[in-house]
């Protein structure tokens, strides 16, 4: 059964506090991982995607990188207005269609 | 760009009631999702269209919920009988294929069956 967890489930940092949070996976036939950001009572966000190991992708004061088993997203120097819920997703390839595939994310918040 | 519209944005039932939640994607987009978010979890696949046709529907609990997308535009997701572990947020997502990178999200639906 495809798997994507990630960790912490929660985390505290002051402002400046460079950080990284995890997604590892375990899914056949992989066609995508993606990040994406959640606000308080709002759908999520789109923030990368990446396709394969090596890849990195950068946004702000985000970057996103690639291995076989996981993905991290780097966070440098921090603002109380990154403060969200981070959500991984994978997408495989299942009997001809593409099932994206969540996992619980990472509460971050960010104090100032 | 107009995004994806979903209404209501808040709906109390009592259990056993019947509730339903609408979908409006964006314009264009041939793929429509329904997830469902229990509160500290990750959003839950429940079915997924492309254009009017199920694509997968593996995780809906068919028993009491039903979804439509007629005319490949608009979606309505139902749940009948609701039960109280059906308290959830719904969201409703398209993307223009599903090859697609991008998942654009609606705001959801928050359901609480008391």
């Known amino acids: 059964e495809d798997q994507v967890t990630q960790s912490p489930e929660a985390l505290r940092l002051q402002e400046g506090e460079s950080s990284s949070l995890n997604c590892s996976y375990t899914?056949?036939?992989?066609?995508?991982l993606f990040w994406y950001r959640q606000d308080p009572g709002k759908g999520p966000e789109f923030l990368f995607t990446?396709?394969?190991a090596g890849e990195e992708k950068e946004k702000e004061r985000l970057k996103a990188t690639l291995t076989k088993k996981e993905s991290f997203l780097h966070i440098t120097a921090p603002k109380p207005e990154d403060s969200a819920t981070y959500l991984c997703?994978?997408?495989?390839?299942?009997?001809?269609?593409?099932?994206?595939?969540f996992g619980r994310g990472t509460s971050l918040i960010v104090h100032p | 760009e107009a995004g994806v519209a979903q209404s209501p944005r808040y709906k109390i039932i009592e259990k056993r009631q019947s509730v339903a939640f609408w979908c409006n994607p964006i314009?264009?987009?041939?793929?429509l999702y329904w997830y469902q978010q229990i509160l500290g979890q990750g959003p839950k696949l429940l079915i997924q269209?492309?254009?009017?046709?199920?694509?997968?529907d593996s995780q809906l609990p068919k028993d009491r919920f039903s979804a439509e997308r007629l005319k490949g535009v608009d979606s309505t997701l139902k749940i009948q009988p609701a039960k109280l572990e059906d308290s959830a947020v719904y969201l409703c997502?398209?993307?223009?294929?599903?090859?697609?990178?991008?998942?654009?999200f609606g705001s959801g639906t928050q359901l609480s069956v008391l």
């Open positions: 997502a398209s993307s223009s294929g599903q090859g697609s990178e991008k998942l654009f």
């Open positions: 899914v056949s036939g992989l066609r995508g």
């Open positions: 990446l396709y394969s």
């Open positions: 997703a994978v997408r495989a390839a299942s009997g001809g269609s593409y099932i994206p595939t």
């Open positions: 314009s264009g987009h041939a793929t």
């Open positions: 269209f492309q254009n009017n046709g199920v694509v997968d």
